[in-house]
């Protein structure tokens, strides 16, 4: 049985708020083991015998059908995970500066990102689908890659969490 992590699009922003426990039960009715979520943004992790594009099809089916609302996961492997954190060139905690990794479903949409916004961010590719990049505190919402990454056409296969969360993300793997 493999362990992957799950990563919602959206969640408690814009509108579109959903009880972390109601999604682990929604999760958990699917061919699925040890569902645990984890803070308020929508992560999961799990364990199944279904493959990375299975799982990705029936928790956005089974998501929308319970909440109603246009759910697009990205879904890791622990090991990708692992590799994805251990990457990182950037602290988890910094003073002036927040560390982010944007993942996608998508690699194509990360090289499209990198192209329109020139590589700033100081943007550094962990592998096929994340990138690392910073943003000053106070300023997260007006970077370059935070502008980009809220236009309509990456809202199917992009998300974004910092790296503390995966940091939590990667310690939650039993």
């Known amino acids: 049985m493999a362990q992957y992590a799950i990563f919602l699009r959206g969640v408690n922003v814009g509108g579109i708020t959903l009880k972390m426990a109601e999604v682990r039960d929604v999760i958990g009715a699917l061919d699925v083991t040890d569902v645990a979520t984890l803070l308020a943004s929508g992560n999961i992790v799990l364990s199944t015998d279904l493959g990375a594009r299975p799982l990705k099809a029936a928790v956005e089916a ?3 059908a319970a909440f109603g609302y246009d759910a697009w996961v990205v879904v890791l492997t622990r ?3 692992e590799a994805i954190v251990e990457a990182c ?3 988890a905690d910094d003073a002036s500066t927040h560390t982010y990794i944007t993942l996608s479903s998508d690699p194509a949409a990360l090289d499209e990102l ?3 916004t020139d590589g700033a ?3 550094e590719r962990l592998a096929p689908g994340a990138t690392a990049w910073l943003a000053p505190r106070g300023s997260t919402l007006v970077s370059p890659l935070s502008k980009a990454t809220a236009k309509p056409k990456f809202k199917a296969t992009t998300t974004t969490r910092n790296l503390r969360t995966m940091l939590k993300v990667r310690a939650a793997f039993a």
């Open 62 to 64: 089974a998501l929308r």
């Open 79 to 81: 090991a990708e995970v």
């Open 89 to 91: 060139p950037y602290p």
């Open 114 to 116: 990198a192209a329109a």
């Open 121 to 123: 961010d100081g943007q």
